[in-house]
């Protein structure tokens, strides 16, 4: 009897391997899904830019005004007859102590 149970235990054990540790495992077919789940977010990550430059592209086509707007913020340029202001944001520089202060002894 305890050769027959040997037996059963080695057979299922047999059996069990593939399910746990093979090829098409529960653990490969949870990797391969964590994995799938990883790729497709990144894919929808670049289709989000791929349409943003779709979109870039197509404006640059279709009308000066884009390139207007690239020309400027990037290469600065300006119309003729058009006046430029640059404002820069600069801390004030702090106060200097003064050294025109009167130092000696004051009469009465």
């Known amino acids: 009897m305890k050769a027959l149970t040997l037996i059963f235990v080695i057979l299922i054990a047999l059996l069990q391997y593939p399910l746990w540790l093979g090829k098409g495992s ?5 990797d391969l899904s964590r994995q799938l789940t990883q790729q497709q977010e990144k894919n929808e990550v670049l289709i989000m830019r791929n349409e943003t430059l779709n979109a870039e592209v197509r404006d640059l086509k279709a009308g000066r005004a884009a390139i207007e707007e ?10 003729q ?11 004030l520089p702090a106060p200097q102590p ?10 009465p």
């Open 26 to 30: 529960w653990l490969r077919v949870w």
């Open 70 to 79: 690239r020309a400027r913020s990037e290469l600065g340029m300006i119309k």
């Open 81 to 91: 007859d058009e006046v430029f202001y640059q404002v820069i944001d600069q801390p």
């Open 98 to 107: 003064s050294t025109n202060s009167i130092v000696g002894p004051t009469t």
